[in-house]
């Protein structure tokens, strides 16, 4: 169990929780239709809305050797963001990208596709914005090997051609979700001048222990928490030397 509590927060309890559920699931143990997403149970007024499913649709595999792939590429590609990339540097940056997809996820998928499960499509957005980061990094895909930036479309192929068009579909909308993501946290305001409104909320941040100058442990070293623009500089001397100002200098000898 220590190890367990030593891996990344949010890819961990998605991982478990899809574990969990699906193998309770398909052993007959709980019902999984009280799980999965059926726009008419949650978007209701005749009755209470049962939005849990907007959330329990994530937890549930899909039969056979599904129970073990599809929680295995979650946490590969979902850690791998959550511990190394530079996109989620803050506490908590790493649950609100989730929040998002997912939201995006349920809306596209389950309202329009009809789709009663999420978890392919969460995969997806993870492996995407993964090959987004890592684009030349080889990856292993079954007994094939090869740049990072293929991965989505070959994880839409093997549904397509394991299950059918319309499984694709709905898992396609994650990799649609996680492009959103990016286009409007990195697209947008880097070349278009916009502005990111996607941004960690104090109190997530704190969830996560997360405070103005705390340090986040990362893959590659340590993320510097940004200063509250209120808080006053700390006191004391400063270690290290400062920074120099370059002028436009000469060539040496002259």
């Given at each position: 169990?220590?190890?367990?509590?030593?891996?990344?927060?949010?890819?961990?309890?998605?991982?478990a929780?899809?574990?969990?559920?699906?193998?309770?699931?398909?052993?007959?143990?709980?019902?999984?239709?009280?799980?999965?997403?059926?726009?008419?149970?949650?978007?209701?007024?005749?009755?209470?809305?049962?939005?849990?499913?907007?959330?329990?649709?994530?937890?549930?595999?899909?039969?056979?050797?599904?129970?073990?792939?599809?929680?295995?590429?979650?946490?590969?590609?979902?850690?791998?963001?959550?511990?190394?990339?530079?996109?989620?540097?803050?506490?908590?940056?790493?649950?609100?990208?989730?929040?998002?997809?997912?939201?995006?996820?349920?809306?596209?998928?389950?309202?329009?596709?009809?789709?009663?499960?999420?978890?392919?499509?969460?995969?997806?957005?993870?492996?995407y914005?993964?090959?987004?980061?890592?684009?030349?990094?080889?990856?292993?895909?079954?007994?094939?090997?090869?740049?990072?930036?293929?991965?989505?479309?070959?994880?839409?192929?093997?549904?397509?051609i394991?299950?059918?068009?319309?499984?694709?579909l709905?898992?396609?909308t994650?990799?649609?979700?996680?492009?959103?993501?990016?286009?409007?946290?990195?697209?947008?305001?880097?070349?278009?001048g916009?502005?990111n409104?996607?941004?960690t909320?104090?109190?997530?941040?704190?969830?996560?222990?997360?405070?103005?100058?705390?340090?986040?442990?990362?893959?590659?070293?340590?993320?510097?928490?940004?200063?509250?623009?209120?808080?006053?500089?700390?006191?004391?001397?400063?270690?290290?030397?400062?920074?120099?100002?370059?002028?436009?200098?000469?060539r040496?000898?002259?």
């Amino acid at each position: 169990m220590d190890v367990f509590w030593t891996l990344p927060p949010v890819t961990r309890t998605i991982t478990a929780a899809a574990v969990v559920v699906s193998a309770l699931g398909y052993a007959h143990i709980i019902d999984l239709m009280k799980f999965v997403f059926i726009p008419q149970y949650v978007f209701t007024t005749k009755m209470v809305p049962q939005v849990w499913r907007l959330v329990t649709g994530f937890f549930i595999t899909k039969k056979n050797m599904a129970i073990a792939l599809d929680p295995y590429f979650l946490y590969q590609y979902g850690s791998g963001l959550e511990r190394e990339s530079s996109r989620f540097s803050q506490p908590g940056d790493f649950l609100v990208y989730t929040a998002f997809v997912g939201s995006f996820i349920a809306v596209l998928a389950g309202y329009f596709l009809s789709a009663w499960t999420f978890l392919p499509a969460l995969t997806l957005a993870y492996a995407y914005t993964y090959a987004q980061d890592n684009p030349t990094r080889q990856v292993s895909f079954f007994i094939l090997t090869f740049d990072a930036k293929y991965l989505p479309f070959a994880l839409i192929f093997l549904t397509l051609i394991m299950e059918n068009a319309d499984a694709a579909l709905a898992q396609a909308t994650g990799l649609i979700a996680a492009h959103l993501y990016d286009f409007l946290t990195r697209i947008w305001p880097t070349f278009g001048g916009g502005t990111n409104y996607l941004t960690t909320p104090a109190t997530v941040k704190r969830w996560f222990g997360g405070g103005p100058g705390t340090q986040q442990a990362r893959g590659y070293g340590f993320a510097q928490a940004a200063r509250s623009p209120a808080e006053p500089p700390a006191a004391g001397r400063t270690t290290g030397a400062a920074v120099p100002q370059w002028g436009p200098g000469r060539r040496l000898g002259e």
